[in-house]
Nanobody, 123 residues
Framework: QLQLVESGGGLVQPGGSLRLSCAAS????????IGWFRQAPGKEREGVSC????????NYADKGKGRFTISRDNAKNTVYLQMNSLKPEDTAIYYC????????????????WGQGTQVTVSS
């Protein structure tokens, strides 16, 4: 069964850090771009970051630039999202998604999705 599983979410104070992981099972991530998306209560899902299958290209939404870093370890079949200097407005469920090769801002064309991990930034 093809599956993505996110982990690493939790409760953190403003200014804190979290590292999210997106692990694949049932398939190899090596030929897939991985995107991170998030959805806060009452808001639409939005893109956060993406990394191309080869790892040679990444992109970030303006909200996370300079604070978030996406990376991948194909040997571990895992993609990471390091989030620093977290703000209350970063509170959301974070999802990872996979599609062949290249990144896209269009969440609808990603083929595989995880169940999400909750990130809460609060004092």
């Amino acid at each position: 069964q093809l599956q993505l599983v996110e982990s690493g979410g939790g409760l953190v104070q403003p200014g804190g850090s979290l590292r999210l992981s997106c692990a694949a099972s049932g398939f190899t991530l090596g030929s897939y771009a991985i995107g991170w998306f998030r959805q806060a209560p009452g808001k639409e899902r939005e893109g956060v970051s993406c990394i191309r299958f080869s790892g040679d290209s990444t992109n970030y939404a303006d909200k996370g630039k300079g604070r978030f870093t996406i990376s991948r370890d194909n040997a571990k079949n895992t993609v990471y999202l390091q989030m620093n200097s977290l703000k209350p407005e970063d509170t959301a469920i974070y999802y990872c998604a996979a599609r062949r090769y290249s990144c896209s801002d269009n969440a609808l064309i990603y083929n595989y999705w995880g169940q999400g991990t909750q990130v809460t930034v609060s004092s």
